[in-house]
Nanobody
Framework: VQLQASGGGLVQAGGSLRLSCAASGPTFSRCAVAWFRQAPGKEREFVVGITRSGAETGTADSVKGRFAISRDNARKTVYLQMDSLRPEDTAVYYC????????????????????WGQGTQVTVSS
């Protein structure tokens, strides 16, 4: 499975962005998928995940009520809708996938994910 993240950009605080994670490969529908983010000087952190069946899971407290994940298996794409963006949301956002993660909530450990996109920069100005 190969992943490509897109949709990042520069937005003012309070604005919205939608990130996309497009996958190639026939087994994407059998993957759990998560979005992570990494700000400069910080560790990569779990943002939100989605199960193979499309259930959102494990949303980080810092984005609850503002971010939502969804997937379209026919298009092999996972989306991250980000609303009410804050300057502290500034980071490189990565999508990750794995066939073997079956528990809910999904693992928050980046090491548990086998497939990664290249990252897309999100910058929120105050």
């Amino acid at each position: 499975v190969q992943l490509q993240a897109s949709g990042g950009g520069l937005v003012q605080a309070g604005g919205s962005l939608r990130l996309s994670c497009a996958a190639s490969g026939p087994t994407f529908s059998r993957c759990a998928v998560a979005w992570f983010r990494q700000a400069p000087g910080k560790e990569r952190e779990f943002v939100v995940g989605i199960t193979r069946s499309g259930a959102e899971t494990g949303t980080a407290d810092s984005v609850k009520g503002r971010f939502a994940i969804s997937r379209d298996n026919a298009r092999k794409t996972v989306y991250l809708q980000m609303d009410s963006l804050r300057p502290e949301d500034t980071a490189v956002y990565y999508c990750a996938a794995d066939h073997t993660i079956l528990t809910v909530p999904l693992s928050r450990d980046p090491l548990d994910y086998d497939y990664w996109g290249q990252g897309t920069q999100v910058t929120v100005s105050s």
